[in-house]
């Protein structure tokens, strides 16, 4: 079997027992299988295929860890390897506003720093409670793998930047905060307030962030000191 639309013919024709021998044999020489043939899978064959490393599928993984219908362990394979987000995928993480589906990408070292920082962040608010799924820490511990692998980013020193302003950090009560207070709304203790406050700064144009960077005494190539900082939790 070394076809997909072979496969895709097998899929509901062929004994349940006997597909799953045809899905070890193509796990063992790891065969690729396209999205459209995984969502033909039931649940379990799914999960088993996302268990492998070698399958990247990445728009399919991220359908699969967002839904509750599947288990746990699944989603959470699913969603802590090759999986990594658009700001614009993200926010409808975000927007989902789920402990639990987060905590699915927590582990993965593709993900974007900035998008892990805001994960730590609303695990440590909001735990999901549950022992099979990261918490903020394992999150913290993902984002030092990846800035020891990738190095800090801009979106990473935004978000930091966001997060000490929102709370009112002492360095920087100046115009920056004050302009990122305003444009929240019912933002007292909603995480997703962190979220809006990062869009806002990264929408704005370089001249304008440089000059509210420079008015909190930041430098606009180091902010929220990030160099000195960088594996520091976000909390």
């Not at 995928?89 to 993965?108: G, I, Y």
């Not at 004050?178 to 007292?188: G, I, P, T």
């Amino acid at each position: 079997m070394n076809s997909e639309n072979g496969l895709q013919e097998l899929i509901g024709n062929l004994p349940e027992q006997d597909l799953w021998r045809v899905l070890q044999d193509m796990t063992a020489t790891e065969t690729e299988v396209d999205d459209q043939t995984i969502a033909l899978l039931d649940s379990r064959m799914q999960g088993f295929l996302f268990l492998q490393e070698y399958i990247d599928n990445r728009e399919a993984r991220i359908a699969f860890a967002r839904s509750p219908k599947h288990m746990t362990y699944l989603r959470d394979a699913a969603g802590s390897r090759n999986v990594w987000m658009s700001d614009a995928e993200f926010s409808e993480l975000v927007e989902q506003d789920d402990a639990a589906t987060l905590a699915c990408f927590a582990r993965s070292e593709q993900m974007n720093l900035h998008h892990l920082a805001y994960i730590e962040y609303k695990l440590a608010l909001h735990p999901h409670g549950n022992d099979m799924l990261a918490t903020s820490y394992d999150a913290m511990i993902t984002i030092k793998k990846v800035l020891e692998q990738r190095g800090t980013t801009r979106s990473m020193a935004l978000i930091r930047l966001a997060k000490a302003a929102l709370e009112g950090s002492a360095e920087i009560e100046t115009e920056l905060a004050n302009r990122l207070r305003r444009s929240m709304v019912n933002a007292q203790g909603d995480p997703r307030a962190l979220w809006q406050a990062y869009l806002n700064l990264a929408s704005l144009d370089a001249n304008t962030l440089k000059g509210l960077l420079e008015a909190s005494g930041e430098s606009s190539s180091r902010p929220a000191r990030t160099s000195a900082q960088a594996g520091r939790s976000l909390h």
